[in-house]
C-alpha cells in the first residue's frame, strides 16, 4: 500500500505561485507514474499533469503547459507540482495519484490510478 499525503494550497491572487507536495509513505515509488488531477465544485475530476517513474516524461492538460511543471524525488518519495501565473480558473481541490507503471509510462486519466491522496485545496482570486 502507498499513503499520499498533499500538501502546499493556500489562496492566492492572480498571477501568483503555489508549489504543491505530494508525499508518499508505505512503500517506494519509484515504480510508479504518477499524477495531478483537480476537481472544481460541481465538476468532474480532471487531469492536470504526469510524470514516468524516473522523470523522463512529463504531460499536461493544455490550459497548464507553460504555467506549471510537474517533478519528482523518489529518494524523498514526492511529487511536486509548481504552479506559475495562476488564474481563477485553477481554482479546485488538488489530487495526487500513483500507479504502479513501466519505467516509461504515464497516464493521463483518473480510472488509471489506484492510489489517491485527500487533496489540498488551491484558490486563486482574481
Known amino acids: 500500500q502507498v499513503h499520499l499525503v498533499e500538501s502546499g494550497g493556500g489562496l492566492v491572487k492572480a498571477g501568483e505561485s503555489l508549489s504543491l507536495s505530494c508525499a508518499a509513505s508505505g512503500r517506494t515509488i519509484s515504480n510508479f507514474a504518477m499524477g495531478w488531477f483537480r476537481q472544481a465544485p460541481g465538476k468532474e475530476r480532471e487531469f492536470v499533469a504526469a510524470i514516468s517513474p524516473f522523470g523522463s516524461r512529463t504531460d499536461y492538460t493544455d490550459s497548464a503547459k507553460g504555467r506549471f511543471a510537474i517533478s519528482r524525488d523518489n529518494a524523498k518519495s514526492t511529487l511536486y507540482l509548481q504552479m506559475n501565473s495562476l488564474k481563477p480558473e485553477d481554482t479546485a481541490v488538488y489530487y495526487c495519484?500513483?500507479?504502479?507503471?513501466?519505467?516509461?509510462?504515464?497516464?493521463?486519466?483518473?480510472?488509471?490510478?489506484?492510489?489517491w491522496g485527500q487533496g489540498t485545496q488551491v484558490t486563486v482570486s482574481s
Open positions: 495519484a500513483g500507479t504502479y507503471s513501466g519505467p516509461s509510462n504515464y497516464f493521463t486519466t483518473v480510472r488509471n490510478y489506484n492510489y
